[in-house]
């Protein structure tokens, strides 16, 4: 099979990478690449671009950090057999919310509530003290250690990430097949013919929102261990776009885009200072995605196709 | 006179008077914003990047001439040609494809606040006031200080406002916009050049947004976030009020504007949760904004 070949060869990938490779590039990569993929999927499957997958990844970094070890002083420790579940939890209702808000709302309708949500969501946490510490957020952030190695350790984080990504594409896959996604499905193609039919629409988009979250938090969950702090900063606009950003570049036409786009954005984002003043990787970035918006809406892993495709038919064109 | 109303009242009406300036603002930032989506169905993304282009732009007029009128007039005028130049540039090759102009204006954004940052730097700036808009007037019967340039600023809102109202409901270009917003094909099969009127209006809500910044500059200051701070406030005052419409933006303007306000003064810690719940609640009860029409 195809898929595990892959997985074997990215699982053995620390035995040749070193650690700058292996964390700021590898690792980097597939948790944003996890954190795009709840976008990706929404985007995919229920038509809708969500701007609040920074906030969704948030609210599970920030459960982890305030019943973690932190070095603040805010909030109190709990098993991470505890928090982690509860992280996820939270943040698989916030997406069940957020998709209850905004679920008579489609196209850019939608983008606007979801972006309002997510700038509101980081003017809070910078203005709250009490659960979010404020405009300093939380710092000294411990991931668990598992017999002796903590799960921060280089290769530890990259194959736990690589894993969940793993996962997070098999959830899709099979999320997208069973009763419940074949209607977010429909949601997407046809909301009055369901509703027509007598099949409620809330629930669907509400669903899809849900394990949105449950994605987004999951690959918060690891950001968190693997930057070992969070603030306001971390669900600000800045990542927000990032996160949007990565999907685009991708493509929102299939899950695997959100990855595609991760490792080009994660490699614009090292190696830009050699090409330009590390000031001015905004600037970069912007243009590379009006570029892609341009020349390739539906992005790179769309446009990798279409060429393979094209190839191969020019291929078989030539040997008849 | 005043003692018998105690500190609770004037702490009440100054926070009261602050959230209407706060409101003249957005609404001057929202209005333009309102009037791009109601005719082209564009979200424009770079509207808050074009209000601090116009701000930056006044303050550095104000700076070297000192005539604060030909600042905001200039201010204005660079953000409308910016305006005009994005959408003849690139908004305008995807008219109708919502999704893929959004994310375009999104990269537009991204590239003008870098390119601002750096030519301007990461400082404040704040304008400097012409002599008659500066120092405060003791308002009769309130009884409260206020500070000149806020309540020039809350006139500024109300004619633009009224100036708005009438070039498009009385005038011929704001019935062919009214038209375009109505039925965007009919108005192309009559022969009318759209696309040129679009390139129009889009540098009118620019203007406004230049405008709108270099007066956000006289009266608060403007840094780099504040393009952020303003786009949020235009998208959840064009959410709550209803989009497209003059009226709705000034309504969306006036809730924000005031729940911002007594948001920070009685609950400081929670006060974005305010303009959050008003919003909220609206598209629970009024998914198309206040004034809004519903979507066909």
Known sequence: ?320 | MITGMGGHMTLFLIVTLNGLTLAALYFLAASGFSLIFGLMRTVNMAHGALLLLGGYVGYSVVDTTGSWALGVLSGGLAAAFAGAIVQAGVLGWMQGDELRQTLASIAISIIMADLMLWYWGGLTYQVELPEALSGGQRLPVLGVGYANIRLALMVFALVTGLALWFLIQRTRLGAVIRAGVDDQDMLRALGFPINRIFILVFALGGLLAGMAGVIAASALSIAPGTDLQFLLSSLVVVIVGGMGSVGGAALGALLVGLAEQYGLAYAPTYGAVFTFAIMVVVLAVRPQGLLGRAEK
């Open chain 1, 1 to 320: 099979m195809r898929p595990a070949g892959y997985l074997l060869f990215l699982a053995l990938l620390p035995l040749v990478l070193n650690d700058f490779w292996l964390t700021l590039v590898a690792t980097r990569a597939l948790i944003l690449g996890i954190i795009a993929l709840s976008l990706t999927f929404l985007a995919t499957y229920l038509g809708v671009v969500s701007f609040a997958q920074a906030t969704l990844a948030g609210v599970a970094g920030y459960t982890i950090a305030y019943f973690g070890p932190n070095t603040v002083g805010v909030g109190f420790e709990l098993p991470f057999l505890v928090s982690i579940p509860l992280a996820l939890i939270l943040s698989t209702i916030t997406g069940g919310a957020i998709g209850l808000i905004a679920r008579q709302s489609r196209g850019i309708y939608a983008i606007m509530i979801t972006l309002a949500i997510g700038v509101a969501f980081f003017y809070f946490t910078r203005q709250n003290y009490a659960l979010f510490n404020g405009w300093t957020g939380f710092s000294g952030i411990r991931a668990p250690e598992i017999a002796g190695v903590s799960l921060r350790d280089p290769a530890a984080l990259y194959l736990l990430s690589l894993g969940t990504a793993a996962l997070a594409m098999v959830l899709v896959a099979g999320f997208v097949r069973s009763p419940m996604g074949l209607s977010v499905q429909a949601v997407r193609d046809a909301p009055g013919r369901l509703l027509a039919l007598g099949i409620p629409v809330t629930t669907p988009i509400v669903t899809a929102f849900a394990f949105s979250g449950f994605l987004a938090g999951s690959g918060g969950i690891l950001n968190i261990w693997y930057q070992e702090r969070i603030s306001s900063f971390s669900v600000g606009l800045g990542p927000i776009i990032d996160i949007l950003i990565v999907s685009v570049i991708g493509g929102l036409r299939h899950p695997s885009g959100a990855f595609v786009g991760a490792v080009v954005f994660v490699l614009l984002d090292t190696f830009a200072v050699d090409l330009i003043d590390r000031e001015r990787f905004n600037t970069l970035i912007g243009a590379v995605l009006l570029l892609i918006v341009i020349v390739a809406p539906n992005g790179l892993q769309q446009l990798a196709k279409d060429g393979f495709g094209r190839l191969r038919q020019s291929n078989s064109n030539a040997t008849e």
